[in-house]
């Protein structure tokens, strides 16, 4: 199956992808993504898998949308996957309003 979705690369991740911030892989689903990602490009499932599911405080969003499936999520042709880490002492981007956010900022 030739690649046909892009990984978009977190800063800390792109180590294993000698610096690439996108990758293209396979997969019809996160699990295969991910396989493909580490037959690549090794490390990646170290990174991201623990047992059978995603590593706690990571998020992967398919196409804008966060997958609460994990590596079961289907992963449709030409998808963008996007490999979000948690972000320490802040809130979510989704509970803070624009105007709320530019209120806070000087």
Not at 28 to 39: F, H, P, Y
Not at 72 to 85: D, G, M, S
Not at 89 to 94: F, H, L, N, P, T
Request: zero cysteines; proline letters at 10%; hydrophobic letters at 40%.
């Amino acid at each position: 199956m030739p690649p046909d979705v892009t990984v978009f690369i977190p800063i800390g991740m792109r180590p294993l992808t000698d610096g690439q911030r996108t990758v293209r892989v396979s997969g019809r689903t996160l699990a295969e993504v991910v396989d493909d990602l580490e037959a690549n490009y090794p490390g990646f499932q170290e990174s991201l898998v623990e047992g059978d599911r995603l590593k706690r405080g990571l998020t992967v969003a398919v196409n804008s949308v966060e997958q609460p499936l994990g590596l079961l999520a289907k992963v449709p042709p030409n998808a963008e996957v996007h490999i979000l880490p948690a972000m320490a002492g802040g809130q979510r981007w989704s509970a803070v309003t624009p105007s709320r956010y530019h209120a806070e900022v000087p």
